[in-house]
């Protein structure tokens, strides 16, 4: 399954940090309950491996990638723990080198043109408009829309429920990224119903 085909099984895809293992399985599973079974898992723990592979191997249903994937090494351990896709936050020529020999589905992150420009010459359609909030929101996306016709982004950072609608409408997203479907209080407590509902809300948001 490529990039665009993950950004078109839900509207969109959480961000999750994992700080303890035994979250995973029940996260990822109120999660994919709820209606959103694309699911990102930051490498920004210790655990995050682990989580990852847990996830693959146990949910069914669930499609489960890598982000904040920052170099080679740790695009091989996405790989090595069955990720389906990966996101950087940013991408640099090396990575986006070791990402093309792998073959895995992957959306480097950009915040201006000159790094769209440059991701689409490596070779990558969809991108991660990241941090979506802080870099221009829906404004900057709507103006890039015609100078990098072609291009989709999966905008991430800074964005809830009440602004995903305003992304979600432009023809040029693909989907929206945020950790506000798993709340860490929520998480932390275990309380999965919240989750789940929390990801249905997501999950009717309507795309143009
Ligand atoms: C990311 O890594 O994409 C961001 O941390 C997610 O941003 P958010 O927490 O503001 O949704």
């Known amino acids: 399954m490529d990039i665009a085909a993950l950004a078109a099984r839900a509207p969109v895809i959480p961000v999750l940090t994992v700080e303890r293992l035994?979250?995973?399985?029940?996260?990822?599973?109120?999660?994919?309950k709820g209606g959103l079974p694309v699911l990102e898992i930051t490498f920004r723990t210790g655990m995050a491996v682990e989580a990852l592979a847990a996830i693959a191997r146990e949910v069914p249903g669930a499609i489960v990638g890598a982000g904040t994937v920052l170099d080679e090494r740790q695009l091989r351990q996405a790989i090595d723990a069955g990720a389906r896709f990966g996101v950087s936050p940013g991408c640099t020529a090396a990575l986006a080198q070791a990402v093309k020999a792998s073959g895995l589905p992957f959306?480097?992150?950009?915040?201006?043109?000159?790094?769209?420009?440059?991701?689409?010459?490596?070779?990558?359609?969809?991108?991660?408009?990241?941090?979506?909030?802080?870099?221009?929101?829906?404004?900057?996306?709507?103006?890039?829309?015609?100078?990098?016709?072609?291009?989709?982004?999966?905008?991430?950072?800074?964005?809830?429920?009440?602004?995903?609608?305003?992304?979600?409408?432009?023809?040029?997203?693909?989907?929206?990224g945020g950790s506000w479907v798993a709340p860490r209080d929520a998480v932390a407590a275990g309380d999965w119903l919240r989750i789940e509902h929390l990801a249905s809300q997501a999950a009717a948001l309507k795309r143009s």
């Open 22 to 32: 035994a979250d995973a399985l029940p996260l990822a599973r109120a999660l994919v």
């Open 107 to 176: 959306l480097p992150g950009v915040q201006t043109v000159s790094d769209a420009l440059a991701a689409r010459e490596r070779g990558f359609s969809v991108l991660k408009f990241f941090p979506a909030d802080t870099a221009g929101g829906p404004g900057w996306l709507k103006a890039v829309a015609a100078p990098l016709a072609g291009l989709r982004f999966c905008p991430t950072g800074g964005i809830g429920i009440e602004t995903a609608p305003a992304y979600l409408a432009l023809p040029n997203v693909a989907c929206v």
